[in-house]
Nanobody, 119 residues
């Protein structure tokens, strides 16, 4: 199983980024997918999750007005559109194949992609 996140980089505060996570080695359409992040010196935290068909999503409160999770089952890819980025959004972002939409537990983790937001 491989989950390859991409799309991270350096962006100014107020800017946007779109992360992608390409998945292989599992039946993508049968997994809830999630995004998590880990800031320097902090524990990994939940960002967002999306149901099998993409019609159900769930977000951490601090991100639900700025971030949008989506998926394309034909491409085995999950996305995270991040708008109005803040310096406190700086973190390594990980995608995961999870169980549970609101309290997701990861079965498989990707390697992560670094997002740096400058002030």
């Amino acid at each position: 199983v491989q989950l390859q996140a991409s799309g991270g980089g350096l962006v100014q505060a107020g800017g946007s980024l779109r992360l992608s996570c390409a998945v292989s080695g599992l039946t993508f359409s049968t997994y809830i997918m999630g995004w998590f992040r880990q800031a320097p010196g902090k524990e990994r935290e939940f960002v967002a999750s999306i149901g099998w068909l993409g019609g159900t999503t769930y977000y951490a409160d601090s991100m639900k007005d700025r971030f949008t999770i989506s998926r394309d089952n034909a491409k085995n890819t999950v996305y995270l559109q991040m708008n109005s980025l803040k310096p406190e959004d700086t973190a390594v972002y990980y995608c995961a194949a999870v169980k549970g939409l609101r309290t997701p537990k990861a079965d498989y983790w990707g390697r992560g992609t670094l997002v740096t937001v400058s002030s």
